[in-house]
C-alpha cells in the first residue's frame, strides 16, 4: 500500500522559508515522477513543481527563481525548499506521486505566509 507522509509546513512571515518534506512508502519512488501541488481558500488546486525520475524539475511561473524541488531516491524522499515567500503563497500543499496504475496524493500540510 502506497502511503505519502508530509512534513514542513508552518507559520512564516512573509520573506521567508520553509521546507516540505513528503517521504514515500510502499512503491518504487526512483521511477515515479512527483509533485507538489498547492490549493488556496476558493481557489483550484495548481501544481507548484514536480520531478521526473531523471532529476528534471518543472515549476509553475509564479514560483520559479524562488522554489526549488528535489528528490533523493535513497530515502523515497522529496523536497520542495520555499524562499522568499509571500502571502500569495499561503495555502495547503500536497505531495503528488503517480504510478503506472494510479495517482497517490498526500493529506497535506497548511502553510501560511504573514506580512
Known amino acids: 500500500q502506497v502511503q505519502l507522509v508530509e512534513s514542513g509546513g508552518g507559520l512564516v512571515q512573509a520573506g521567508g522559508s520553509l521546507r516540505l518534506s513528503c517521504a514515500v512508502s510502499?512503491?518504487?519512488?526512483?521511477?515515479?515522477?512527483i509533485g507538489w501541488y498547492r490549493q488556496a481558500p476558493r481557489k483550484d488546486r495548481e501544481l507548484v513543481a514536480a520531478v521526473n525520475p531523471g532529476g528534471t524539475t518543472n515549476y509553475a511561473d509564479s514560483v520559479k527563481g524562488r522554489f526549488t524541488m528535489s528528490r533523493d531516491n535513497a530515502k523515497n524522499t522529496a523536497y520542495l525548499q520555499m524562499n522568499s515567500l509571500k502571502r500569495e503563497d499561503t495555502a495547503v500543499y500536497y505531495c503528488?506521486?503517480?504510478?503506472?496504475?494510479?495517482?497517490?496524493w498526500g493529506q497535506g500540510t497548511q502553510v501560511t505566509v504573514s506580512s
Open positions: 510502499g512503491s518504487t519512488f526512483s521511477i515515479s515522477d
Open positions: 503528488n506521486f503517480v504510478t503506472p496504475k494510479r495517482v497517490y
